[in-house]
């Protein structure tokens, strides 16, 4: 059970480039999200998704998108890389149980935008 | 607009001391509150999270308080040991999926 794995760790791109971070995840939860982590900011939630075809905005969307063809992976899509994309950027699954809601985050991929 | 505010952002403590992290709240909709704990280099992991139905819940070392009429909530950090020194995240949802974070408490606890 490797839990959520995500790739790369770390990224650099150039501003204008796009880009795809992949997630994966293998406890077979129906909700996965992405966040954002910025210094002093706490993390932002980008996308989530209930389950395989349904996926939906968070607070902070613009520049990303997102789709989920099947339980397991949860890809996130730079459409064209800006410097303000600059972040540590967090996948997460959720295990609902007796009304606990245990978010399972990855390792986080660093990305940095010139 | 931050929907959930924290604070302080960072607090030093000597061993065996309380640690005292504070959150607020203005959507009364939300219904879940957890706090996480992350480490540097790592993703946060979930600590422990309370419901509005009651006002407290320990676990081991860690207790929320919740005031549901003041729309506040604080996590406590009794004895606290050198190994807790890290970064403390509050958030509220309401639905328990998509969570709105305060900005983060940076935890160093002293020998």
């Known amino acids: 059970n490797a839990g959520v794995t995500q790739t790369p760790k770390f990224q650099v791109l150039k501003t204008g480039q796009s880009m795809t971070l992949q997630c994966a995840q293998d406890?077979?939860?129906?909700?996965m999200s992405w966040y954002r982590q910025d210094p002093g900011m706490g993390l932002r939630l980008i996308h989530y998704?209930?389950?395989?075809?349904?996926?939906d905005q968070g607070e902070v969307p613009n520049g990303y998108n997102v789709s989920r063809s099947t339980t397991e992976d949860f890809p996130l899509r730079l459409l064209s890389a800006a410097p303000s994309q600059t972040s540590v950027y967090f996948c997460?699954?959720?295990?609902?149980?007796?009304?606990?809601?245990?978010?399972?985050f990855g390792p986080g991929t660093r990305l940095t935008v010139t | 607009q931050q929907q959930v505010k924290q604070s302080p952002q960072s607090l030093i403590v000597q061993k065996g001391g309380i640690s005292i992290i504070n959150c607020a709240y203005e959507?009364?909709?939300?219904?879940?509150f957890p706090w996480y704990q992350q480490f540097p280099g790592k993703g946060p992991a979930l600590l422990i999270a309370?419901?509005?139905?009651?006002s407290e819940k320990k676990e081991g070392r860690f207790t929320i308080s919740f005031n549901k009429s003041a729309k506040q909530f604080s996590l406590h950090i009794m004895d606290s040991q050198p190994g807790d020194s890290a970064t403390y995240f509050c958030?509220?949802?309401?639905?328990?999926?998509?969570?709105?974070f305060g900005k983060g408490t940076s935890l160093l606890v002293t020998p």
């Open positions: 997460a699954s959720t295990e609902s149980d007796s009304g606990v809601y245990e978010q399972y």
């Open positions: 406890m077979n939860h129906e909700y």
């Open positions: 998704s209930v389950g395989a075809g349904i996926t």
């Open positions: 959507n009364t909709a939300f219904d879940y």
């Open positions: 309370i419901r509005p139905d009651v």
């Open positions: 958030a509220a949802s309401y639905s328990g999926y998509a969570l709105n």
